[in-house]
């Protein structure tokens, strides 16, 4: 992999002594904080950035050193936040990518989102009233609240603790994963 290719990776940043998710930055602000003596490696890369001299780790997760206070910053809701804070699992039948349902293998689209109250029942667009659902399950519901049709929850719908969920969709690797909590 090329120089000017790692450079454009980027790279979780954890706060000190929590590991609370505080952004992500990008290869070269991790190297300086690293430098500086402000951050830890938590996770490599297996990369190497080179100079002339040395050669340094290419980190895909850091801490600080140091807490710095962070006011809680909440989650705006989003459809998609919904779906990864879910899992893209239904909240009705647990089905996930990769199940099987009436002889088709469920992918990402197969998933959307369930109002626990409807919308034309007062429903609103929040957190806690709306879920990750498989078009099967949603269908079935449709426009009715879900005992009504004898369907339960699997869990409770919840607020995100923070609002990582930025982070997570579509940008975040696999070792991140341990410390973005949904």
Known sequence: MSQASIMQNRVLLLNGSTWEPLSVITVPRAINLLLAGKAIIVEKTGQFLHTVRDKFPVPSVIALRTYINVPRRR????R?????????????????????????VLGKSDFSIDHIIPRSK??????????CACSSCNHRKGNRLYHEVGMKLLWEPKIPRTS???????????AWKRYIEY
């Open 75 to 78: 989650a705006h809701w989003s």
């Open 80 to 104: 998609k936040g919904v779906l990864v804070r879910d899992q893209y699992t239904c909240i009705y039948c647990g089905a996930k990518p990769g199940s099987l349902q009436k002889g088709k």
């Open 122 to 131: 007062g429903g609103r667009d929040t957190w806690t009233n709306t879920a």
């Open 164 to 174: 990582y969920l930025v982070i997570a969709v579509g940008t975040g690797l696999e």
